[in-house]
T-cell receptor
Framework: AQSVTQLDSHVSVSEGTPVLLRCNYSSSYSPSLFWYVQHPNKGLQLLLKYTSAATLVKGINGFEAEFKKSETSFHLTKPSAHMSDAAEYFCVVTPLGSARQLTFGSGTQLTVLP | NAGVTQTPKFQVLKTGQSMTLQCAQDMNHEYMSWYRQDPGMGLRLIHYSVGAGITDQGEVPNGYNVSRSTTEDFPLRLLSAAPSQTSVYFC??????????????FGPGTRLTVT
């Protein structure tokens, strides 16, 4: 069994300040972990993925995430927020080597203030 | 490449009506899936297919049917719509590759309202 908990449903930051979106996971086996982003009225786009290689993963648009097995966490960060980062972000887990059945977190809505 | 396309973009149904949500991809992806998105619940897997002729149930399959006669198309059928099926539906596909390493490509979604 697997599950994902996104610890904040809404996060607000000012433009130019750091972003932290928190994700904890639970999995009976080694997981693959992903972050997806959804802009308003759009489909989901992959930001980054962890697949048991390096624990610090870099993604698109300056985002990165660190896999911490001891803390069962996969938090998403960005050093400096941009207005275009305003969107909903989903943390996703799937068993390593699975048939790609993804379990989604409930999402974190990121607001970027001018 | 058009990627993953979904039609229609919006649909309003009355309770008991049937309809088919269309999904197509032109990337020769073996794996396709349908999700529904409800507020505060993320995306939940309805059905998926690992190739033409092969489908299986996901987390919330009740009330939905699928078939996969070609690699390109994966329609989702609602046989008798219910208000509980009001949601945004996303189709996704991913290329052949090592299990969960593969990125999923999402369509733009269909917003369905059942009255």
């Amino acid at each position: 069994a697997q599950s994902v908990t996104q610890l904040d449903s809404h996060v607000s930051v000012s433009e130019g300040t750091p972003v932290l979106l928190r994700c904890n996971y639970s999995s009976s086996y080694s997981p693959s972990l992903f972050w997806y982003v959804q802009h308003p009225n759009k489909g989901l786009q992959l930001l980054l993925k962890y697949t048991s290689a390096a624990t610090l993963v870099k993604g698109i648009n300056g985002f990165e995430a660190e896999f911490k097995k001891s803390e069962t966490s996969f938090h998403l960060t960005k050093p400096s927020a941009h207005m275009s980062d305003a969107a909903e972000y989903f943390c996703v887990v799937t068993p390593l080597g699975s048939a790609r059945q993804l379990t989604f977190g409930s999402g974190t809505q990121l607001t970027v203030l001018p | 490449n058009a990627g993953v396309t979904q039609t229609p973009k919006f649909q309003v149904l009355k309770t008991g009506q049937s309809m088919t949500l269309q999904c197509a991809q032109d990337m020769n992806h073996e794996y396709m899936s349908w999700y529904r998105q409800d507020p505060g619940m993320g995306l939940r897997l309805i059905h998926y297919s690992v190739g033409a002729g092969i489908t299986d149930q996901g987390e919330v399959p009740n009330g939905y049917n699928v078939s996969r006669s070609t690699t390109e198309d994966f329609p989702l059928r609602l046989l008798s719509a219910a208000p509980s099926q009001t949601s945004v539906y996303f189709c996704a596909s991913s290329p052949p590759g090592t299990g969960s390493y593969a990125e999923q490509y999402f369509g733009p979604g269909t917003r369905l309202t059942v009255t």
